[in-house]
């Protein structure tokens, strides 16, 4: 089992910066895939940036150049460096993990844990 908490969510305006926070626990392992989702209300959840535990990282077209993931092992804590941030990232943004031997990337149903989600509100 493994528990996955986002935190560093909050209000700014467009063109500032976040960075997300994703602390986990129990049984994951360096090499899980670690993903970052988001969803507006209303809308369907999107696939942001995924790191796949092997030196490896991914983008979404929306985000890429402007968003970086990044992974502390020792920590047990995944990052999502947001920059030059724009209203229409605005969203729940939400962390995941895939701890199956092959990383499902982009794919939701992929991803076996998620985190409650942290509030990122650009305007």
């Known amino acids: 089992h493994v528990q996955l908490v986002e935190s560093g969510g909050g209000s700014v305006q467009a063109g500032g910066s976040l960075r997300l926070s994703c602390a986990a626990s129990?049984?994951?392992?360096?090499?899980?895939?670690m993903g970052w989702f988001r969803q507006a209300p209303g809308k369907e959840r999107d696939w942001v940036a995924t790191?796949?535990?092997?030196?490896?990282?991914y983008y979404g077209d929306y985000v890429k150049g402007r968003f970086a993931i990044s992974r502390d092992n020792a920590k047990n804590t995944v990052y999502l460096q947001m920059n030059s941030l724009k209203p229409e990232d605005t969203a729940m943004y939400y962390c995941?993990?895939?701890?199956?031997?092959?990383?499902?990337?982009?794919?939701?149903?992929?991803?076996?844990?998620w985190g409650q989600g942290t509030q990122v509100t650009v305007s």
């Open positions: 995941a993990a895939d701890v199956s031997p092959s990383c499902g990337t982009w794919a939701i149903a992929e991803f076996d844990f």
């Open positions: 129990g049984s994951i392992q360096r090499t899980n895939c």
């Open positions: 790191d796949n535990g092997v030196g490896t990282t």
